[in-house]
């Protein structure tokens, strides 16, 4: 197993945690312009729910693991995932352990999540949306 973390602009935080990773199989990066990449190796997002990154990880096709979101809209992404079944949701450091060792340890959880992803992304979702604007606007312009 490798991991990825994604520190971003946040030097003292990168350093640190790249101080604690040592020489295991964890990878500190800082900011990262392509994220899209690191997505497209992963099996597994660990992150909180924040929209562009539930968008990035649905569009990729990967599977979440969902702790620390903040209140309001972000718990509100939680539920969405959570109940599109498309993500894991962990409230304690603790359920956060459980989830990572069951979905690390249990590739049908993983499989279950990216089925899920499957049927909920809509990859010709803005053709769509332009194939309506152009339809309005012509029955708009007839008499």
């Known amino acids: 197993m490798q991991a990825v973390v994604v520190a971003g ?13 040592g020489t295991s199989p964890v990878r500190v990066v800082g900011f990262v312009d392509d994220v899209r990449t690191l997505l497209g190796a992963a099996d597994l997002l660990v992150t909180k729910a924040g929209g562009m990154t539930l968008a990035e990880a649905t569009a990729a096709e990967v599977p979440l693991l969902l702790y620390g979101s903040l209140p ?3 718990r ?13 949701v962990a409230r304690s450091r603790g359920a956060l352990r459980r989830l990572l060792d069951r979905a690390v340890g249990d590739p049908d959880t993983v499989e279950r999540l990216q089925g899920s992803l499957r049927r909920l992304r809509r990859p010709d ?9 152009v339809e309005q606007i012509a029955q708009r312009g007839r008499p």
């Open 9 to 21: 602009r946040d030097e003292r935080l990168r350093a640190g945690l790249a101080r604690l990773a």
């Open 72 to 74: 309001g809209q972000e």
């Open 76 to 88: 509100g992404n939680e539920r969405f995932a959570s109940r599109a079944g498309i993500a894991l």
């Open 125 to 133: 979702a803005a053709q769509h949306i332009v194939d309506l604007v």
